[in-house]
């Protein structure tokens, strides 16, 4: 069973209202007194983007919680792909996202234990896993604590939707988010996996408690986060709540006129609505994103589902540089009159990868290190991932 409630994201306390309702409505009781909540923080930007579950949705749903139940302990964990490896990397994170703030208000104006952890470096246990080598490390605090899972509700360039499976990756150690995109290898090097795949196991694997997709704002278009001119911010105002994940997605991507055959990760189940609720609606469907199939002038961009969430950022912060930049954008131009034809390559390529008829070759990332190594005069941008600085120089000076 799911709800669907009304949230205005501008009040706290109103927002606190809310998530007393839509507890309430699904009769939610945590099984522990130590709670643990994973929002989806993937990007540096403030909740007006439309990129970050907005912090004022996991404060109320803090306060809510904390005002039914004898709670001893909340922590908020996320390893965000880009961000997690490096502590300063982390702090940028959560104090842009709103997130240092929202836990300085809780703890100093609520008296409620909150802490911030980042995912990368806490304990871990070891879980049966259905690729090789069989066996995956996750978060002890997955046993220790009740976990709270909370997507935003946005579309996703190669996921087709991210909502509460596909949140879950957030939950991976960065090592198992990149064999996550490049496949799980055996002993011989053959890959036995792909991305939907392990998404979808992880979601049989790890079932949270409780589910609460934040629509208060949304993002369509090329998501996960905010790509200039491919992605737009939709004012949805609610949030869907359900104590079985697959169950809240499956009503998010009715909300948002996806059909569920297009999400790979997702298996259709009955969705049912508590009393009460908001209708099950769906008012305008989103824009999907878009498969670039065509080159754009006489860029080639060859990426896939093989690239991880690394230099899928390196790609999207290089974009938003050279689209925010009129120096930059100019040496685009007088790039692009220099040659007939570009090929740029990011993620796991293999030489069959590479066309014929191609043009200079641009190799991004070290997964594209080995097959660059067949072109003498092919361009090799190295990094796991690449700076986006560095790669924005190169890319627009060729
Ligand atoms: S080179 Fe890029 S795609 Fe490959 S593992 Fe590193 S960050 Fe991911």
Redesign the pocket.
């Known amino acids: 069973m799911i709800t669907i409630v009304g949230v205005n994201p501008e009040s706290l306390d109103d927002v606190k209202q809310a998530m007393g309702k839509l507890i309430d409505r699904l009769g939610y009781t945590p099984s522990k007194p130590r709670l643990f909540l994973k929002p989806n923080i993937v990007d540096a930007l403030p909740p007006s983007h439309a990129v970050d579950v907005d912090p004022i949705v996991t404060g109320g749903l803090i306060l809510a919680l904390n005002d039914k139940f004898d709670i001893e302990e909340f922590i908020i964990g996320e390893n965000s792909g880009y961000f997690s490896e490096k502590p300063e990397t982390f702090k940028r994170l959560i104090k842009t996202s709103g997130y240092e703030e929202m836990v300085e208000i809780l703890k100093d104006d609520y008296n409620i234990p909150v802490s911030l952890v980042n995912l990368e470096y806490v304990e871990l246990d070891e879980y049966e896993w259905k690729f090789p080598p069989y066996k995956i490390k996750l978060p002890s605090i997955l046993k220790t604590h009740s976990y709270i899972n909370l997507p935003k509700m946005k579309t996703h360039g190669t996921c087709m939707v991210t909502l509460g499976v596909k949140n879950q990756k957030g939950l991976l150690l960065l090592k198992n988010k990149?064999k996550f995109?490049?496949g799980f290898r055996d002993d011989e090097g053959k890959y036995h996996s792909n991305l939907h795949e392990c998404i979808y196991e992880l979601g049989e694997l790890i079932k949270p408690e409780l589910t609460v997709c934040d629509a208060t704002t949304a993002l369509e278009g090329n998501g996960p986060t905010t790509v200039p001119g491919a992605t737009w911010v939709k004012k949805l105002n609610i949030c869907i709540g359900g104590t079985d994940m697959i169950e809240v997605d499956n009503a998010s991507c009715q909300i948002m006129g996806i059909p569920l055959d297009l999400v790979e990760h997702l298996r259709e189940v009955e969705v049912s609505l508590a009393p009460g609720s908001l209708p099950l609606t769906c008012e305008e469907p989103f824009k999907r994103p878009v498969k670039r199939t065509k080159p754009y002038g006489n860029m080639y961009h060859h990426s896939s589902m093989?690239?991880?969430?690394?230099?899928q950022m390196?790609m999207t912060r290089m974009n938003r540089k050279i689209y925010y930049n009129p120096e930059l954008r100019e040496k685009l131009k007088e790039r692009d009159k220099k040659y007939d034809r570009i090929d740029f390559f990011?993620?796991?390529t293999e030489e069959e990868d590479i066309p014929e008829n191609h043009g200079v070759l641009l190799f991004?990332?070290?997964?594209?290190k080995e097959v660059s190594k067949l072109y003498p005069d092919a361009i090799f941008v190295p990094?796991?991932?690449?700076h986006y600085r560095e790669l924005a120089k190169i890319y627009v000076n060729l």
């Open positions: 990149k995109h490049l093989w690239t991880c969430t690394g230099c390196t990011i993620g796991r991004c990332g070290n997964c594209t990094g796991c991932p690449p």
